[in-house]
Each structure stands twice: as structure tokens, then as C-alpha cells.
């Protein structure tokens, strides 16, 4: 079981990252996703989940309206889309699936 998180990095206050999550050694297809980041010295925070269809998500308050979560099965792979950057969004992004694993992260630093 692999998952590999990539698209993270240095932005400013207001701009855009789009998080690519790639899945392997499992049926990507069957299982739901989930987007978390953690700062140091903090618990790790849900930011956006999505159903094995695509067809549900859900949202931290603190992301909705900036962020979208979604996914393609044929590629194997999971998307977060990051607008409206703001500071506090500062963290590493990792992707996860329930009772399988996750990756080893991506770090998202917000600054001017």
C-alpha cells in the first residue's frame, strides 16, 4: 500500500496549490479519502473528505468555499484544490484512507 501526496510548497496569502495524492496496492475505487493537515504542537485537522464515488464531500468550516476535494479512480488519484490561501492554512496535507494508511505528507507554507 502506497499513497504519495505531492503539489505542496511556498505560496502567497491569497493564491493556489492543487495537492495530487497517488494511491497504490489497494482498490482505490472502494474506499473514501480524506485530506488532513497537522501543524506542530496540534492535533491533525479533517479538511475535506470525499466518498469512493466522488459523488459526497465533506468540509472543515474552515476550508469551505476555498478548498475542493476531489478524485479521479481511474488514475488512482486524489485532489485537493487550495484557493484563497490564508496563513493559517500553513501545514503539512496529508491523504488517508481509513484503515489502510497514509502518506507521508506535503508541506503547504503560506507567506508573503
Known amino acids: 500500500v502506497q499513497l504519495v501526496e505531492s503539489g505542496g510548497g511556498l505560496v502567497q496569502p491569497g493564491g493556489s496549490l492543487n495537492l495530487s495524492c497517488v494511491a497504490s496496492g489497494f482498490t482505490f475505487s472502494s474506499y473514501a479519502m480524506n485530506w488532513y493537515r497537522q501543524v506542530p504542537g496540534k492535533e491533525r485537522e479533517l479538511v475535506a473528505a470525499?466518498?469512493?464515488?466522488?459523488?459526497?464531500?465533506i468540509y472543515a468550516d474552515s476550508v469551505k468555499g476555498r478548498f475542493t476535494i476531489s478524485r479521479d479512480n481511474a488514475k488512482s488519484t486524489a485532489y485537493l484544490q487550495m484557493n484563497s490561501l490564508m496563513t493559517e492554512d500553513k501545514a503539512v496535507y496529508y491523504c488517508d484512507v481509513e484503515h489502510i494508511g497514509r502518506g507521508q505528507g506535503t508541506q503547504v507554507t503560506v507567506s508573503s
Open positions: 470525499i466518498s469512493s464515488a466522488g459523488d459526497n464531500t
